[in-house]
C-alpha cells in the first residue's frame, strides 16, 4: 500500500502546480481581456457622447487641430489651464487652446463645452469648436489679432503699436 500512496502524492504534487498554473492564467486573461474591452467602450461612449451634444460649438479631431497649427508652433500665450496656439482653418485664423488638465474627466469637459459654447457676447472671444479625442482636449477660439485686452490695460504690448483709442 505504501508505493501506490507514495505514487498518488508524486502525481498529486506534479499536477497541483501545474493546474494553479493553468487556472491563474485563464483568470488574469479573463480579467485582461474584460478590461480591455470595458475601456474600448468607455472610450467609444465617450465619443458618442460629445457627438451627440446639442447647441454646441463643432468638433473637430486632433489630427486636424495639429495640422491647423502647424504642429502647435506659433504660441499665444500660457495660462493656467493650458496653452493657447495660432493656427488657420480654411480661411478663418483661430486660437487654439491645449488644455494641460489631465483630471478632467467627459463629463466636466462636455459641461464647460455647452456653457462656453452657448455665450455669445460682444466683450468675450467666441467659442469656435472643441476636440475631445482620447486624453487630448482642446478649445478652438475665434483669433484675436490684438492679444488680450489686459495685456493693453497694464501695458505689456508692443511699444510700437499704436494705444487703443476709447471706440
Same mark, same amino acid.
Not at 15 to 23: H, M, Q, V
Not at 63 to 66: I, N
Given at each position: 500500500m505504501k508505493p501506490k500512496s507514495s505514487h498518488v502524492r508524486r502525481v498529486v504534487a506534479? =499536477?497541483?502546480?501545474?493546474?494553479?498554473?493553468? =487556472?491563474l492564467t485563464i483568470l488574469f486573461l479573463v480579467t485582461f481581456i474584460c478590461k480591455r474591452r470595458t475601456q474600448q467602450q468607455n472610450e467609444m461612449e465617450e465619443e458618442e457622447e460629445f457627438g451627440e451634444l446639442q447647441g454646441t460649438p463643432m468638433g473637430f479631431t486632433f @489630427? @486636424?487641430?495639429?495640422e491647423a497649427t502647424e504642429q502647435f508652433k506659433d504660441k499665444l500665450g500660457e495660462g493656467g489651464f493650458g496653452s493657447v496656439f495660432k493656427g488657420q482653418f480654411a480661411d478663418e485664423r483661430i486660437a487654439v487652446k491645449r488644455l494641460d488638465r489631465t483630471g478632467q474627466g467627459k463629463r466636466e469637459f462636455s459641461a464647460e463645452v455647452r456653457t462656453i459654447g452657448r455665450i455669445h457676447h460682444i466683450n468675450l472671444v467666441r467659442l469656435i469648436a472643441f476636440c475631445a479625442e482620447k486624453s487630448h482636449r482642446l478649445l478652438v477660439y475665434e483669433y484675436m489679432p490684438k492679444g488680450s485686452l489686459d495685456r493693453w490695460i497694464y501695458c505689456r504690448h508692443d511699444n510700437e503699436a499704436s494705444p487703443l483709442d476709447w471706440n
Open positions: 506534479i =499536477l497541483a502546480p501545474i493546474g494553479g498554473f493553468i =487556472l @489630427q @486636424q487641430l495639429k
